[in-house]
């Protein structure tokens, strides 16, 4: 999986699947790639999987890197993936952050916000985080359950 996520003749998005799959499975050089695919050169679809897989599978300096996406990025859909992967992460300094994003007044679009609160959600189930609902008090559940169920899907 390592090798496709290299390959730059296959498609970005199979290359963030593949980036993905390489940090789910435990792969040993998982955290090259996924270097790698942060850079902003890399295609949004590559950069969402990347995302995602320093969550999954954290490494020295991987919420450094995701919080650097969350300050660089403009694609949504690559900053959600940024946020799910703070709160897939065993690191709990993120969640400030992710409270000040998934909060009503934040100013961020409805895809960071719901993808903030699965975040917290996930540091939640993991007990590191006291009442997440009290954190995300006025989020749109439509829209949290509309995150939730594209979270669940790559998982």
Do not use: H
Request: charged content about 20%; proline content about 7%.
């Amino acid at each position: 999986l390592s090798a496709l996520s290299r390959d730059t003749s296959a498609s970005p998005e199979l290359r963030g699947y593949a980036v993905l799959g390489a940090a789910l499975t435990g792969s040993v050089d998982a955290a090259g790639p996924v270097r790698a695919a942060l850079s902003a050169e890399s295609p949004p679809d590559l950069r969402r999987g990347a995302a995602l897989a320093a969550g999954v599978r954290p490494f020295p300096g991987s919420p450094g890197l995701l919080l650097r996406v969350l300050l660089e990025e403009r694609n949504p859909t690559v900053r959600g993936a940024a946020l799910l992967g703070l709160g897939l992460a065993p690191d709990r300094g993120a969640i400030p952050l992710l409270a000040d994003i998934a909060g009503g007044d934040s100013g961020a679009g409805s895809v960071e916000r719901t993808e903030a609160v699965a975040a917290l959600g996930q540091l939640s189930l993991r007990g590191t985080l006291a009442p997440a609902a009290r954190l995300a008090a006025g989020v749109n559940y439509r829209d949290l359950s509309a995150a939730l169920d594209m979270a669940t899907r790559v998982f």
